[in-house]
């Protein structure tokens, strides 16, 4: 399922819901930001996968990166994260290589 802005298509702003619920998986997004948080989160993901920290380490650097609390500290639920990508994953990622 998905809910879609009053505007689409023009502004090609959706967001879908988590199997079987009517709960959005995160918030409303058009094409370029579904494209940002795609590539935010193939850097993410590398944190963990590649051993580097656990999955739960890296939720607690995102929450103390973008100043949220854990249950924000996911790329589709806040705008803050974004706003903070420019310092974010993609630098501690480098660190780590």
Known sequence: MLY???KCPACDAY???HLGTTIPVGEMA???MRALR???HRYFDQLHQSGYM???EAYRWLAATISAPMSQAHISRSKAF???RGTGI???KEMSA
């Open 15 to 17: 967001v879908r819901t």
């Open 90 to 92: 993609r630098n501690r």
């Open 54 to 56: 656990s999955k739960k």
């Open 30 to 32: 058009n094409g370029h």
């Open 82 to 84: 974004l706003e903070a």
């Open 4 to 6: 879609v802005c009053a």
């Open 38 to 40: 795609r590539t935010d």
